[in-house]
């Protein structure tokens, strides 16, 4: 096997759930990837980015593989540029004002979370609505570590400010216009997100599980099953898992409520 690491931090985000509970899910993911490859690999999480380090023949394949999947962080403030497009997560979801802040996967020289601009949530989420952050974010089951392709509109010094990048705006879009109801599940892959709708005996409310990132899963509910009720049959099976409910605009005005 040849000799030397390389590494590369990927564009996954691992909730504090996760890594209270152990490596294993994230674990068993990428030893899909590996099979079969001649390599030695190790991961850990950096103020909770993937990173992994892979040693032998196969190591940088088995890392273009990774990165060809997931996409990278950029962990540098000087690597990013205005327009850029990068993968972010939500962080502090409804704690300020002034809009919500995303993080990049900045981690030097220091932390730094870019700013989605409340006047920017309310353009492209809202129809220009005059509602609050919390109300938008409600409104399209944002929560912490929901990810999300965001582009760099402003850089200030250190003060980045980014919007919905086309296929991210587009996304919302499409699941405003079609009328299923969409839980998204943070903090388990999609395995087990398959196991929990089978145990809960959902098979036939949950048309679709959708891959949002590694560890966010979205459950697309058929036309009549509403998501507040597909949550309360799941949500005691999920302990640690957070579970938010995207309601198509005819359900949610009416507030219908059953599974």
């Known amino acids: 096997m040849a000799e030397g690491w390389q590494t590369a931090t990927l ?13 294993g899910p994230v674990w068993n993911i990428l ?8 390599v030695k690999w190790e991961i850990s999480a950096p103020q909770q980015w993937l990173q992994v380090r892979a040693r032998g023949d196969d190591a940088e394949a088995f890392l273009n593989l990774l990165v060809e999947k997931y996409g990278v962080a950029p962990v540098e403030i000087s690597r990013i540029e205005r327009w850029d497009v990068h993968k972010g997560f939500i962080t502090g979801s409804g704690r300020v004002g002034f809009g919500v802040y995303i993080d990049l996967g900045i981690m030097e020289p220091v932390r730094k979370d870019a700013l989605y601009p409340l006047h ?14 919390r ?36 996304q919302f879009l499409s699941w405003k216009r079609l009328l299923f109801d969409r839980v998204i599940a943070i903090g388990i892959d999609r395995d087990y997100a398959r196991k929990i709708v089978r145990a809960a005996n959902l098979d036939r409310d949950v048309i679709k599980i959708e891959s949002l990132s590694l560890l966010v899963q979205c ?17 005691r099976r999920l302990r640690g898992v957070g579970l938010a409910s995207f309601r198509t605009p005819a359900k949610a005005l009416f507030g219908r409520d059953s599974a």
């Open 11 to 23: 564009a996954e985000k691992i909730p504090e759930p996760v890594l209270r509970r152990g490596p």
């Open 31 to 38: 030893a899909k990837e590996a099979k079969g490859l001649r």
């Open 120 to 133: 920017r949530m309310r353009a492209q989420l809202s129809d220009g609505v005059a509602k609050s952050s």
């Open 135 to 170: 109300e938008i974010l409600s409104d399209n089951a944002l929560a912490d570590y929901f990810p999300i392709d965001v582009s760099v509109t402003e850089l200030d010094g250190e003060k980045i400010t980014v919007e919905l990048a086309d296929q991210a705006r587009d």
């Open 219 to 235: 459950l697309v509910c058929k036309y009549d099953t509403d998501a507040p009720g597909v949550v309360a049959k799941i949500g």
